[in-house]
């Protein structure tokens, strides 16, 4: 399969097409109801946007009410985003200033908000972003691929929220809502077909049990084909980029009155496959360009590769309405255990074992990482108030548990691919909060907030190499158990302009627990990062225009994060190792827009500038291993460079993203078109920056058209993703050749949902 670019004229118009209907199109408010969109709100009046509820505050409130930079996705724009069986990492470039990637696949995203997060790759890795699903922090890497399928909203929470959610969370949160169990008998069923024999099935059912209770059952399963193959007959690897990933979720209700409910959540998913593929000298010396001739579809290779994951949880969320005060109980249960194994050199053969190739492959390098054992326990207990006056509150406590099992294994490729190495981890990680908001209301314009939170963590983490490589020798146990406790404050106002307009200010603080990476299969040392503190200054405006018929928001922000914990790789040496740097400073602005246009056309518009630098004159780290471009001045001690001033890793300055829907009414149906188009900027791979290790922008865009009849109980629909088949380098590992990780190409498919 050739990556030049996109095969159709007509296809590679799409970004084109995109951008001038937005620029020329009809810019005139719909004076009639927009057409429905099944499973929506009814919009409030004809033809205006719906209302837009939120919990960013842990409390339901108008999204416009709220001083916060705050986006939501849900309905029909998740239809179309999941299209032909994506995982969480659509949500890259969707919403501003948010990207997703990952170094595994669809098994262990990483994300980054308003240009903070973190490369790490180990299995113990922290990440200053936040997940939250149904009211419970997925704290391990792992948990937070779990696929999306009959989720109510979305909600992106930018800035730190170390008041009400807590540690790791500098960064910002993101809350998926499932829907929840209702009081009516209703359900859903998708099916999708694609190309690379791709099948996808989701659906849900949702039943009454009498007065007082209601289930709901959703479910998810998805399947593509290898697409990737090897030539090489004595592989014993032969084929990649396979998959089935499927899951299930099942929710029972009771609620006997308007005093209490009860809602339980037991929840499963279970994934094999085949794992990143890494691929040998396919990127251009001295530049980011992929080698002339590179052919997505064939991989030489002479190492295994496979993943599988297996996931299980379970919570309890209890309400109790006691007079004026709210009483919440949430306690949670989550494990999820995880083997990846794959051929980290990209290639077959060495220069000790030729032949060898695709290019020059130093050494051989074939690993694997494990996750037999994991636990996570947390219970909160929340406290509210509903007084009809001006001054009402939030407190509660806090609690988490983690134990795990992190093994690393290393292969002897020519020699039949047997394991020659082992080191594992064990890890206990403690943290309890308390915490306090309150909200005060002097006259109906102002409202003002303030939020408080005691945290305090302890973590324990014992590591031992018991089965040594050629060369090497056994080690440990080695030892870590950092300590570490933290205050994070917010202040806020929020003022009524007008009916329409609501002007915020905003500070607010997060922290990031201390993290430990005992990967010592090749080193010989833990690697500890002291706790970070962000503190960030916010204003926005939110406006209702047109008659509600449209609505804007700008914000403003700019932040430091003091020790903000890194990783740096380890030079000619498949291992990685934590870092503080003194200072990260960020500023920027984000802004979205949407609105009904017309009877027939809607439009969503957002868009994001974030300028992330390290601000520490003394920070050195070690380049790439494979003789790449290094542009950073040389460093004080020998194959070091500076890396002050930089921006940090995997991090877009500028990310943007235009949605439209058009449709028409036709017979007893609506015939309809949604495309969407997104676009981040360049980014570095590393700390360092070489010519090599740039990612190029991406403009990705997709399209989905159909029709709709019987009042919207039936859609058929086709749809493309990428439709310029834009293939470019996305990831690369430095320390042994040029092994670049490249997007996916085109996906073409068709979907068929009943409501049922």
Not at 520 to 525: D, H
């Amino acid at each position: 399969m050739s990556t030049n670019g996109c095969k159709s004229r007509a296809l590679a118009g799409l970004p084109q097409l995109c951008f001038a209907l937005v620029v020329f199109g009809p810019w005139s408010p719909a004076k009639a109801q927009a057409p429905a969109v099944p499973g929506a709100g009814e919009p409030d009046t004809a033809g205006q946007l719906e209302t837009v509820i939120v919990t960013a505050q842990r409390r339901a409130e108008n999204i416009k009410n709220v001083p916060m930079s705050i986006s939501t996705i849900k309905d029909e724009n998740l239809d179309v985003l999941t299209s032909g069986g994506r995982d969480i990492r659509f949500l890259a470039s969707r919403t501003p200033s948010l990207h997703v990637e990952s170094d595994f696949g669809r098994s262990f995203p990483r994300f980054y908000l308003r240009g903070l997060g973190n490369v790490d790759f180990d299995m113990n890795a922290s990440q200053p972003v936040s997940l939250v699903f149904d009211d419970v922090v997925q704290e391990n890497p792992l948990l937070k691929g779990f696929p999306l399928f009959d989720i109510d909203q979305i909600e992106v929470l930018r800035g730190p929220q170390g008041s009400l959610f807590g540690r790791n969370s500098p960064a910002g949160v993101i809350k998926f809502d499932s829907v929840k169990p209702g009081r009516r008998e209703e359900g859903y069923l998708n099916v999708g077909l694609g190309n690379y024999g791709i099948k996808n099935v989701d659906g849900a059912w949702n039943k009454p049990l009498g007065e007082a209770w209601a289930a709901r059952l959703s479910w998810l399963t998805q399947h593509r084909d290898n697409r990737v193959h090897n030539p090489r007959p004595d592989a014993p690897t032969h084929d990649f980029e396979g998959y089935h990933d499927s899951a299930l979720r099942f929710q029972l209700l009771y609620q006997p009155g308007e005093h209490f409910s009860a809602l339980f959540n037991v929840h499963a998913r279970e994934m094999g496959g085949r794992a990143t593929v890494f691929r040998a000298n396919i990127i251009q010396r001295g530049s980011n360009e992929l080698v002339p001739g590179f052919d997505y579809s064939v991989l030489p290779t002479d190492g295994v590769n496979r993943q599988a994951l297996e996931s299980k949880g379970a919570s309890a969320r209890l309400r109790w309405v006691l007079g004026q005060w709210t009483l919440h109980s949430i306690s949670a249960y989550e494990s999820v255990t995880f083997y990846s194994r794959g051929d980290v050199d990209a290639g077959f053969g060495s220069v000790a074992a030729p032949p060898m190739g695709p290019g020059v492959i130093p050494f051989a390098s074939e690993t694997a990482d494990g996750l037999p054992k994991h636990k996570q326990l947390t219970q909160e207990l929340r406290l509210e108030s509903n007084y009809p006056g001006p001054l009402n509150w939030i407190g509660g406590l806090y609690y988490f548990y983690e134990d795990i099992q992190v093994d690393s294994f290393n292969f002897d490729t020519f020699a039949g691919n047997r394991q020659n190495a082992y080191a594992v981890q064990l890890q206990k990680s403690r943290s309890w909060a308390s915490f306090l908001s309150l909200a005060y209301a002097p006259n109906e314009q102002l409202k003002l907030r303030a939020g408080l939170r005691y945290t305090d963590d302890d973590r324990d983490l014992t590591a031992s190499r018991t089965m040594a490589a050629p060369g090497a020798s056994l080690l440990g146990p080695l030892q870590a158990t950092p300590h570490s406790s933290n205050v994070s404050w917010d202040a806020s106002a929020d003022y009524e302009l007008s009916k329409t307009s609501q002007l915020y200010a905003r500070v607010a603080t997060g922290y990031r627990a201390p993290s430990i990476q005992g990967r010592i299969l090749f080193g010989n040392s833990i690697s500890v990062a002291n706790a970070e503190h962000a503190i960030s200054y916010e204003v926005g405006l939110k406006q209702d225009l047109f008659n509600k018929h449209a609505r804007g928001s700008l914000s403003l922000f700019r932040y430091s994060v003091k020790d903000m914990q890194l990783t740096a790789g380890s030079g000619t040496v498949n291992q990685n190792r934590l870092i503080n740097a003194a200072k990260v400073e960020g500023h920027g602005v984000e802004g979205e827009f949407q609105a009904n246009l017309s009877d027939a056309l809607k439009l969503s518009v957002g868009g994001s500038y974030n300028d992330v630098r390290i601000k520490d004159p003394a920070l050195f780290v070690l380049p790439c291993g494979n003789g790449c471009a290094v542009l950073d001045p040389s460093g004080s001690l020998p194959r070091t460079v500076l890396v002050n001033n930089n921006p940090l890793p995997r991090s877009p300055k500028w990310i943007g993203n235009i949605s439209l829907r058009y449709g028409r009414p036709f017979g007893s149906g609506e015939f309809f078109v949604y495309t969407d188009c997104s676009y981040r900027g360049k980014y570095d791979f590393f700390l360092y920056e070489a010519k090599e290790y740039v990612s190029k922008p991406l403009f990705d865009a997709g399209i989905r058209g159909g029709y709709k009849w019987h009042s919207g109980k039936y859609e058929l629909a086709a749809f493309v993703r990428n439709i310029g088949n834009k293939v470019v380098l996305v990831n690369a590992i430095d320390f042994n050749n040029m092994t670049g990780v490249v997007s996916e190409p085109r996906i073409v498919g068709i979907q068929l949902k009943v409501i049922l």
